[in-house]
């Protein structure tokens, strides 16, 4: 089985600052990872992806995430936030093989302050 | 790309009362999944459908309380029975295209 932690449940950040929001993971087999995002009463949308080959993935909007194989994890990163960005991000993983079910963390509700 | 459309976007109901969501997609897909978010937490899978084949329940979800029905390749419904308000969520039907899931914007549902 898979499972995914977020460590900070919370993170205010100041407009312009640089931001990390962290995401372990645990599973027995290989797995794919994602993180999305979930705007204010909108729909879940993919911010990036790790499949395979160059362990650090640029994602939309400025975001990025590298995958750390040693350490089990998958820290999403941007050097310069914006106000738009205040949402909740949740970091999953799925099995390579078979259906893409996917297992969230818990969430990490980002508010960016100006 | 895939876009899926969820009926109702939200709806309140009374306890003891089942409430039918609809997702469909623009094309057709093998596989469709449900997952349930409730109030300040993140989302969890309820099961895994499949056209012409019994949905695929996780562990905690049961057919009797979530029964699915997949009649086709691109729509599916999830039926939420005798609510409670611990049922109280945000219902997602998603797809899978390219190794990249695709979700509706979801179904709020209040149980009162």
């Known amino acids: 089985a898979q499972s995914v932690t977020q460590l900070d449940s919370q993170v205010p950040v100041f407009e312009e600052a640089p931001v990390e929001l962290r995401c372990n993971y645990s599973s027995s087999v290989s797995v794919y990872l994602f993180w999305y995002v979930q705007y204010p009463n909108q729909g879940l949308q993919l911010l990036l992806k790790?499949?395979?080959?160059?362990?650090l993935v640029k994602g939309i909007n400025g975001f990025e995430a590298e995958f750390n194989k040693s350490q089990t994890s998958f820290h999403l990163r941007k050097p310069s936030v914006h106000i738009s960005d205040t949402a909740e991000y949740f970091c999953a993983v799925s099995r390579l093989q078979g259906a893409q079910k996917l297992v969230f963390g818990q969430g990490t509700r980002l508010t960016i302050n100006p | 790309s895939a876009v899926i459309s969820q009926k109702p976007s939200r709806d309140i109901c009374q306890r003891g009362t089942s409430l039918t969501i609809q997702c469909q997609v623009d094309s057709q897909v093998t596989m469709m999944f449900w997952y349930r978010q409730q109030p300040g937490q993140s989302l969890t899978l309820i099961a895994t459908a499949n056209q012409g084949s019994e949905a695929t329940y996780e562990s905690g979800f049961v057919i009797d309380k979530f029964p699915i029905s997949r009649p086709n390749l691109t729509f599916s419904t999830l039926t939420v029975s005798n609510m409670s308000p611990e049922d109280s969520s945000i219902y997602l039907c998603s797809v899978e295209r390219g190794r990249k899931a695709f979700f509706g914007q979801g179904t709020r549902l209040t149980v009162v």
């Open positions: 790790y499949l395979s080959g160059s362990t």
